[in-house]
T-cell receptor
C-alpha cells in the first residue's frame, strides 16, 4: 500500500505569518485534496489540487488565503497565509489512486496552532 | 444546501454490545464511503457502496446503502475496544460534489 506523508506534523505559528504544508505520496495519484478538521468535528474540504493547473476551491475558501501547488502526480503543498487564531486546526491531505474512484486515503495530518 | 447528517453524534456501549450509526443525506448520492478515525489519528477508508440497496460485510461490520440512495448505515456486531473511534460517512451527490458526514463517536466500555 502507498505511503502518504505530510510535513510538518505540527507547528505553532504567530498570527500574521504563513505556513506551507507538504503532502508527498510514494506513488502516482490522480486526485489530491486538502481538508481542514477542527478537534472533535468533521472534515471540511478546502480544495482539490489539480496537477498543472489552478486548484479548485470550495465555497468559503479562496486562493489568496490558501494557495495550493501541485507540480507533479505525487506532491502538493497548501499554504495557510496571514494566519489568525481561527486558522488553528488539523490540515489533512488525501489522495485518490488511478482506477479507484472516490476512495480517499489520508495523510497523517498537520496540527497547526496559531497564537 | 447539501447536508450529510449522522446519528447519533456520540454512542457509549459495553464491550460485546452492538452499535449502529446512521447517515442521512438531504439529496440523492451517487456513492457513499465509510471511514474510521481513531482518536489522534487520520480517517481510514473502510468501504464504498454504489448500488441502491447494497449491503456489504467486513467481519463484524455490516454496511448498507438505502434504496433511495439518500441514507446508509454501519452496524458493528459485538463491539470490541479496538472499535473505538469516530465513524464518518461521505458521499458524492449527482452534481459531483463531495461531503463528509458529521460523524459518530463510539466509545466502548470494557
Amino acid at each position: 500500500s502507498a505511503v502518504i506523508s505530510q510535513k510538518p506534523s505540527r507547528d505553532i505559528c504567530q498570527r500574521g505569518t504563513s505556513l506551507t504544508i507538504q503532502c508527498q505520496v510514494d506513488s502516482q495519484v490522480t486526485m489530491m485534496f486538502w481538508y481542514r478538521q477542527q478537534p472533535g468535528q468533521s472534515l471540511t474540504l478546502i480544495a482539490t489540487a489539480n496537477q498543472g493547473s489552478e486548484a479548485t476551491y470550495e465555497s468559503g475558501f479562496v486562493i489568496d488565503k490558501f494557495p495550493i501547488s501541485r507540480p507533479n502526480l505525487t506532491f502538493s503543498t497548501l499554504t495557510v497565509s496571514n494566519m489568525s487564531p481561527e486558522d488553528s486546526s488539523i490540515y489533512l491531505c488525501s489522495v485518490e489512486f488511478p482506477g479507484i474512484y472516490y476512495e480517499q486515503y489520508f495523510g497523517p495530518g498537520t496540527r497547526l496552532t496559531v497564537t | 444546501g447539501q447536508q450529510v447528517m449522522q446519528i447519533p453524534q456520540y454512542q457509549h456501549v459495553q464491550e460485546g454490545e452492538d452499535f449502529t450509526t446512521y447517515c442521512n443525506s438531504s439529496t440523492t448520492l451517487s456513492n457513499i464511503q465509510w471511514y474510521k478515525q481513531r482518536p489522534g489519528g487520520h480517517p481510514v477508508f473502510l468501504i464504498q457502496l454504489v448500488k441502491s440497496g447494497e449491503v456489504k460485510k467486513q467481519k463484524r461490520l455490516t454496511f448498507q446503502f438505502g434504496e433511495a440512495k439518500k441514507n446508509s448505515s454501519l452496524h458493528i456486531t459485538a463491539t470490541q475496544t479496538t472499535d473505538v473511534g469516530t465513524y464518518f460517512c461521505a458521499g458524492t451527490n449527482t452534481g459531483n460534489q463531495f461531503y463528509f458526514g458529521t460523524g459518530t463517536s463510539l466509545t466502548v466500555i470494557p
